[in-house]
T-cell receptor, first 116, second 113 residues
């Protein structure tokens, strides 16, 4: 079965430091990969997505992610974290789960804390 | 503004009292879906709809019903809520096909006592 693993439940970084959030997926076909962010009390906002082509994708808020097929990974990065980046981050794979269902399978999330 | 709206945002109810959470989107999306979010479990799909009058079960459909009579609306119905349905619920919509990103509503926090 398709799955998404985010190995880090909680990460703490200092403001201005670089950030990398890890995501590994298990999917038989070409994956459609997404990163979403959820700020406290808010819904999920799409940061970026990978469908095909260039394996380094740029997103909003200065985030980028790199698709590595050989490692089944889609890690999210940001060169310099701001206090407003504190949130929970979800990696997801879009899949045809059988029949006509086009669903997202989510990882369990990584909570990011930013220290001043 | 393109958006997905949910109502209510917060709801406290008692076991067995039927309730409906509404979801509406203004993007003319064909695909809509309901998820629940629980600590340590992430988001899990409850039901989805490919278009009007076309709905099907997701991963955790027990205790829920849905309907899709209009393209823009996709209500979630709990006929007899139980405490294990206490959760944060999200509605989402997208253009048809799994390569398209899903747009999420703000969430409904439900507590069943």
């Amino acid at each position: 079965a398709q799955s998404v693993t985010q190995p880090d439940i909680h990460i703490t970084v200092s403001e201005g430091a670089s950030l990398e959030l890890r995501c590994n997926y298990s999917y038989g076909a070409t994956p459609y990969l997404f990163w979403y962010v959820q700020s406290p009390g808010q819904g999920l906002q799409l940061l970026l997505k990978y469908f095909s082509g260039d394996t380094l994708v740029q997103g909003i808020k200065g985030f980028e992610a790199e698709f590595k097929r050989s490692q089944s990974s889609f890690n999210l990065r940001k060169p310099s974290v701001h206090w407003s980046d504190a949130a929970e981050y979800f990696c997801a794979v879009g899949q045809n789960s059988g029949g006509s269902n086009y669903k997202l399978t989510f990882g369990k999330g990584t909570l990011l804390t930013v220290n001043p | 503004e393109a958006q997905v709206t949910q109502n209510p945002r917060y709801l406290i109810t008692v076991t067995g009292k039927k309730l409906t959470v509404t979801c509406s989107q203004n993007m003319n999306h064909e695909y809509m879906s309901w998820y629940r979010q629980d600590p340590g479990l992430g988001l899990r799909q409850i039901y989805y709809s490919m278009n009007v009058e076309v709905t099907d079960k997701g991963d955790v459909p027990e205790g829920y019903k849905v309907s899709r009579k209009e393209k823009r609306n996709f209500p979630l119905i709990l006929e007899s809520p139980s405490p294990n349905q206490t959760s944060l619920y999200f509605c989402a919509s997208s253009r048809s096909g799994y390569s398209y990103e899903q747009y999420f509503g703000p969430g409904t926090r439900l507590t069943v006592t």
